[in-house]
Every structure is written in C-alpha cells, then in structure tokens.
C-alpha cells in the first residue's frame, strides 16, 4: 500500500520570494491522487489544481499580472502538518514552506 498523505485543510505558507517574504494561506481539498483549492497572497486569491503521489504534491495555478496571465508552477513535499518545496515563477523560483493549521 502505497502511503499518501492528506494535504486536506489550511496551511499557512511562507514564500522567499523575489522581492522579500511573502505570507499566503491555502486550503486544499483531496480525493485520492487528486489536490483542488485556494491559495490567498496579497496578489489575490486563485485557484489551484495538481496531485499528491506519495510525500510529492505538484500543484499549478495561474496569477494576472500587468502583463498577463503568468502560469505558475509549485513542487512540494509534504510531511504530516509541513511542507516545503519550489515555486516556479517561469522567470524565477522561490522556496517555500508550509504549516497546516
């Protein structure tokens, strides 16, 4: 049996990002492989969609910016109430971790 963790419920995310710390919360829904949800920053609020396959949650979600729609990619790993992992900005990464709430 392969383990899979519940990414289910809030997390409060701390992002390194280009210009500084940022805070942003997510609430995550689960069914089986399948991650939908939320993610609120001081961008906004967006939708997100991807997977978890065992401890690796990939997640994508697309962020309007002044010159566009900027798809935004984010490869984590989860362990229990933490994560961390990479945030793909397309024109940079940012690290992240996670504490669920």
Do not use: H
Request: proline residues 4%.
């Amino acid at each position: 049996v392969l383990f899979r963790s519940s990414v289910a419920g809030g997390w409060d995310l701390s992002i390194n990002g280009p210009e500084g710390p940022i805070s942003a919360t997510c609430t995550l829904k689960q069914d089986g492989d399948k991650v939908s949800g939320t993610l609120e920053s001081p961008q906004g609020t967006v939708n997100l969609a991807g997977e978890i396959k065992g401890k690796n949650l990939t997640m994508n979600f697309s962020l309007q910016t002044p010159q566009g729609a900027l798809e935004i990619k984010v490869n984590g790993e989860v362990d229990g109430a933490n994560m961390k992992g990479m945030i793909d900005f397309g024109m940079g990464q940012a690290d992240f971790t996670g504490k669920k709430k």
